[in-house]
């Protein structure tokens, strides 16, 4: 019995200790891992954080038209161009989360507790998602991209798809042709 009390007291001890601190990681070769402190402008945002602000400020500006062109990736043909009135919205992109769930379960001791973020689609109150509603306010995903602005201050944003590029700007693009191939011819 004593031996049972003084194990029980020595783990007991070792449970209230504090956990040293993991080791930073490391390659296999020795390599440890890099940090660097990134410097923020005199609005406190990154540049990161600045060209994203900026992105949503400018996908979401009433009125605005863009410049949209599918490129041919084994030519170099631009294929279709078209302006663009607002932005170009992915396929994926919702007003609604695409999974839902009633989200309130009993704790056992009386009270509810709930799971994800509270939603309500149509007039059905109660339901839960863990989708969160992105910065632009809509749920879903995106076809990934890139975007910039150039050295005059024209956005761009451009797609890579396999045989096509797609770019996107809010200035027309100087381009050699425009070839418009809408439709395949018949036999």
């Not at 449970?15 to 040293?20: D, G, I, N, Y």
């Not at 005199?42 to 062109?69: A, C």
């Not at 149509?122 to 809509?138: H, P």
């Not at 451009?158 to 045989?163: D, I, K, P, R």
Request: glycine share 10%; hydrophobic share 40%.
């Amino acid at each position: 019995m004593r031996v049972f009390i003084f194990f029980a007291f020595f783990f007991s001890i070792l449970a209230c200790q504090t956990p040293l601190p993991a080791p930073p990681p490391m390659s296999a070769s020795g390599v440890k891992e890099a940090r660097v402190e990134v410097q923020v402008q005199s609005d406190g945002l990154t540049v990161e954080q600045q060209n994203i602000r900026d992105r949503l400020l400018m996908d979401n500006e009433p009125g605005s038209i863009k410049h949209m062109y599918v490129i041919s990736a084994y030519s170099g043909d631009v294929l279709i161009y078209s302006t663009v009135k607002g932005k170009v919205t992915s396929s994926g992109k919702r007003l609604t989360p695409t999974t839902v769930a009633v989200g309130f379960a009993g704790t056992g001791n009386g009270s509810v507790a709930s799971f994800g973020i509270p939603v309500t689609i149509g007039n059905m109150g109660g339901l839960m998602t863990s989708e969160v509603l992105q910065d632009d306010g809509s749920y879903g995903t995106s076809d990934p991209y890139l975007f910039w602005w150039d050295t005059r201050g024209v956005y761009h944003q451009h797609f890579l798809s396999g045989g096509q590029i797609v770019h996107i700007s809010d200035q027309p693009l100087n381009v050699g042709k425009i070839v418009l191939n809408m439709e395949l011819e018949s036999p």
